[in-house]
C-alpha cells in the first residue's frame, strides 16, 4: 500500500505544483479594492517580504489584510477553523478530536467576551483588517491548491476570527495544563516527597530577576491530581516543547555603542511559517496623531506587528511559564447528572450545546 501512494503521488505531484503557480498572488502592477479610503503603496523586497505605506491607520491595517489574504489565506483559514472548531466540517473525522477540544474549551465565547471589553482603537484595527481579507476575497482570486483540492471556498472573515484565534494561540503557548497532569501521575506513582527531587531548582547562586518572596517554580502537591486523567494529555505535551529566549547586551558592550536586544521563540516548525515578515509606515498612524513606522514579524490572522522594532525600541516575546491555569476533580450529583458540588452545595451547570456537522 505504501509503494501505491507513493506513485500516485509521484504522479500527483507535478500537477499539484503547477496548480500552486497559477495560485501565486500578483505583486505588481494596480489592484482595486473596495474600502480604502486614499491610495495604499505595497512594495516586495527582494525576499518577498511587503513593505506597506499608507496615509492613515485605516488603510493601514487594511492592506495588512490584503497581503495576509495573498500569501496565507490557506493559513487563515486553518487558524479559524482550529480556534472555532470547525476543523470536521471539511477534514471529516480527523478534525472532530479538535474540534471537541476547542469547543470544551470555549474559545468562542471568550473570544466574544474579548471583543466586547476591547477598547475602541483595538476594535477599528481588527475590523480595517478584517475589511482587507474580505476585499481581497472579493477580487475572486485564485484560490491555493489546498482548497481546490477540498473543494471548498471561504466565508468571509469576521473581526471574531482574529479573536479566537488569538485566544487559541495563547492556549498552546500554555505548559500548565500538561505539566500539572504529568506531575500528579508522577506524585501518584512515587509520591510527593521522591517527586519533589524531580522539581526544576533554580541554583541559589545564580541571579533573580523576580521580587525575592515570588516563587516561580514552587507547586504545591494535591492529592486531587493523583485521579485526574485528561483525554488531551498527549496534545498538550506537545505542545510542551514550546518556548523562547530572550537577553540584552548594554551599550557599554556593543560597538554601535547602542543596547543590542536578542530574542529566539523557538516554536514549531512549520510550512508555512506560523510567523509573516512585513513593513508597516503610515503618517497618522498612532494614537497620539504621530507616525507609526514599525517591521517585524505579525502572525496570518492577527494586525499588528508582534515582535520587532520601531524607530526607537526593540521588543520580543518570551514564554514566562508562569501557572495561568487551574485543573479541579469536579463532583457530579449521582442522580441529577446536570448538578456539581461547590463546598458543600449543590450547583447547577451552565450547558452549552455544539452542533459538528
Not at 167 to 187: D, E, N, P, Q, Y
Not at 222 to 245: E, H, T, V
Not at 329 to 348: A, C, G, M, Q
Request: overall charge neutral; glycine content about 8%.
Amino acid at each position: 500500500m505504501a509503494i501505491h501512494h507513493r506513485i500516485i503521488a509521484s504522479l500527483l505531484k507535478p500537477a499539484i505544483i503547477q496548480a500552486s503557480r497559477r495560485s501565486l498572488p500578483r505583486t505588481s502592477g494596480r489592484l482595486l479594492l473596495e474600502g480604502l479610503s486614499s491610495s495604499v503603496m505595497i512594495h516586495r523586497d527582494s525576499w518577498g517580504i511587503p513593505h506597506i505605506e499608507a496615509d492613515g491607520r485605516e488603510d493601514l491595517f487594511f492592506a495588512q489584510g490584503v497581503v495576509h489574504a495573498q500569501d496565507r489565506l490557506w493559513q487563515l483559514e486553518l487558524n479559524r477553523r482550529a480556534a472555532t472548531g470547525r476543523l470536521a466540517e471539511i477534514f471529516g473525522p480527523p478534525g472532530l478530536e479538535t474540534d471537541r477540544l476547542t469547543r470544551t474549551l470555549g474559545f468562542n465565547r471568550l473570544a466574544e467576551e474579548t471583543w466586547h471589553n476591547a477598547p475602541e482603537h483595538i476594535r477599528s484595527d481588527v475590523e480595517s483588517y478584517t475589511a482587507g481579507i474580505n476585499a481581497y476575497l472579493r477580487t475572486a482570486p485564485k484560490l491555493p491548491v489546498e482548497f481546490s483540492l477540498l473543494r471548498h471556498r471561504p466565508e468571509p472573515w469576521r473581526p471574531l476570527d482574529s479573536i479566537v484565534f488569538g485566544r487559541l494561540m495563547a492556549w498552546t503557548l500554555s505548559h500548565v495544563w500538561a505539566g500539572k497532569l504529568a506531575r500528579a501521575k508522577l506524585i501518584e506513582a512515587v509520591g510527593p516527597e521522591a517527586a519533589s527531587q524531580l522539581d526544576a531548582h533554580y541554583p541559589k547562586d545564580n541571579p533573580i530577576t523576580i521580587p525575592q518572596g515570588i516563587e516561580f517554580n514552587l507547586l504545591e502537591p494535591d492529592a486531587m491530581f493523583g485521579s485526574a486523567n485528561g483525554p488531551f494529555l498527549g496534545r498538550a505535551i506537545a505542545g510542551g516543547s514550546r518556548g523562547s529566549n530572550g537577553w540584552v547586551l548594554s551599550p557599554s558592550r556593543s560597538d554601535s555603542g547602542n543596547p543590542i536586544l536578542c530574542n529566539d521563540m523557538h516554536l514549531p516548525i512549520t510550512t508555512p511559517s506560523l510567523w509573516y515578515y512585513l513593513h508597516l509606515r503610515c503618517q497618522n498612524g498612532a494614537e497620539n496623531g504621530r507616525s507609526l513606522h514599525v517591521t517585524g514579524v505579525s502572525l496570518p490572522g492577527l494586525p499588528y506587528v508582534l515582535v520587532g522594532h520601531n524607530e526607537h525600541i526593540a521588543w520580543g516575546a518570551t514564554v514566562s511559564f508562569i501557572d495561568t491555569e487551574d485543573l479541579f476533580v469536579e463532583e457530579i450529583h449521582r442522580k441529577k447528572p446536570l448538578l456539581y458540588r461547590y463546598r458543600d452545595e449543590w450547583s447547577p451547570m451552565q450547558v452549552f450545546k455544539e452542533r459538528i456537522s
